[in-house]
């Protein structure tokens, strides 16, 4: 047996060893020295531990997300801007540094007053016309919303340009690099948190079905993932996700198939996830559902087992889009979670953060999300939306984008042109 007889203390491992240790307290993840087949969940031996911690918590994130759901749009969007604030913040941190920051008091100030500056023209500019209608039969609050959303973008370019001025006063000899990293670090984080959220917040006022189903999909398509790489894993899907694997996606894309179309009948049924909403307010939602939730019903043929318990099966027109969704949330939107695990090796991190037991950061469950929302809005405008005007469009936008003046003095103006018309016949 070989023996370090040249020091009285513990010996310091050099070398690969040495390069191998993780720094105390930091989530960085070592160099990858054990092969992909080494590191899949099916041959992880604390696979079990893992699977309790994060059934808990995602028991209590769908439990969670399922009341906020019921609450109504409002309350949707709040947990929408509750989710960003999140992201923002560990995403402000990947590249901070302790050292840099003590030196600039402030500066990270300005990282969250850019946020806020941007959240205020992005939401004002979705939701400004339903606030419109929400205050309309109130005269004084109806001049005060008019006027603000006047001068809205004005305001927002000040406080921008604001900000800018904040962060050139504030340069520091020596820390050029640092504050200029920072500045582009931040616009890249509100390019990602808010486009993507501005096509979340769209769906969601759509009616909540073309925020709820894509949503339900991604989670359904990550624990299915997750469940079939965990019993059957063992072939590497790809190198960016160790744990990742061919099992986990050829039976999550299945089930994420089956689980659109059956979803899609579920939720399709109900009026309160199906309505658009006009204004901000909570109360009840009605509405005519439109062709695409109202069933279709077909006879079961002859050949069908006598167990089969229905003769009659009634299908949505929505459940051939949900597999348009399915599918995209199969196949591409994984995707998202691998450009996500590519930055956090870029970056030399586990996770983006731990709020999370058992899933990381919040940016961590919403890699796939951001991918799925953005498309389920192009998808919503360019195949369900009528391309046609019809009377109810017209008066949609009618009521959003015309003040109540305006409104009065086309309501006058239509009056003359039909009371001409009808003149003119007799």
């Known amino acids: 047996m070989d023996r370090d007889t040249g020091s009285g203390g513990p010996s ?74 999140f992201m923002a913040k560990e995403l402000f941190n990947l590249l901070r540094k302790a050292h840099e920051d003590r030196q600039l008091p402030g500066f990270r100030l300005l990282n969250w007053h850019f946020f806020f500056t941007v959240m205020l023209f992005v939401y004002g500019r979705i939701l400004s016309q339903r606030l419109v209608n929400t205050v309309t039969m109130d005269k004084f609050l109806y001049k005060l919303v008019g006027r603000l959303i006047k001068y809205h973008m004005v305001t927002c370019y000040f406080l921008y340009i604001a900000g800018f001025m904040w962060f050139i006063l504030t340069l520091k000899k020596k820390m050029y690099k640092y504050q200029f990293s920072q500045y582009a670090w931040t616009h890249m984080i509100l390019i990602v948190v808010f486009t993507q959220s501005a096509f979340t917040v769209a769906n969601i006022f759509e009616g909540i079905f073309w925020f709820l189903l894509p949503a339900s999909l991604i989670v359904i398509n990550d624990i299915a993932a997750y469940i079939f790489g965990f019993f059957f894993g063992r072939t590497p899907l790809i190198k960016l996700s160790p744990k990742k694997t061919w099992e986990g996606f050829i039976g999550a894309s299945f089930a994420t198939m089956i689980s659109a179309f059956v979803l899609a009948n579920i939720l399709g049924r109900f009026q309160w996830l199906t309505c658009p909403r006009k204004d901000l307010s909570t109360g009840w939602l009605e509405c005519d559902p439109g062709p695409l939730f109202k069933p279709e019903y077909f006879t079961v043929p002859q050949w069908f087992p006598e167990w089969f318990p229905w003769r009659e099966i009634s299908i949505l027109p929505v459940q051939w889009h949900a597999l348009c969704l399915g599918l995209f949330a199969s196949i591409i939107a994984p995707f998202g979670g691998f450009f996500a695990s590519g930055f956090k090796r870029a970056f030399k991190i586990k996770d983006f953060g731990d709020s999370i037991p058992g899933h990381g950061g919040i940016t961590d469950r919403m890699d796939c999300q951001m991918v799925m929302a953005v498309f389920a809005y192009i998808y919503h405008q360019s195949f369900i939306v009528p391309q046609s005007l019809s009377i109810e469009m017209i008066m949609d936008q009618i009521l959003m984008n015309l003040t109540f003046e305006e409104q009065r003095a086309l309501y006058t103006k239509l009056g003359q042109i039909i009371m001409e018309k009808q003149f003119g016949e007799s």
Not at 19 to 40: A, H, I, M, Q
Not at 49 to 76: C, D, E, N, P, Q
């Open 12 to 85: 310091t491992p050099s070398g690969p060893t040495a390069r191998l240790r993780r720094r105390k307290g930091s989530n960085e993840v070592p160099p990858e020295v054990e092969t992909n087949s080494d590191r899949l969940l099916f041959n992880d031996r604390n696979k079990y531990k893992s699977m309790l911690i994060r059934t808990y918590s995602t028991v209590w994130m769908i439990g969670g997300f399922a009341s906020i759901i019921y609450l109504g749009h409002l309350y949707i969007w709040a947990m929408v801007v509750v989710i960003q604030i």
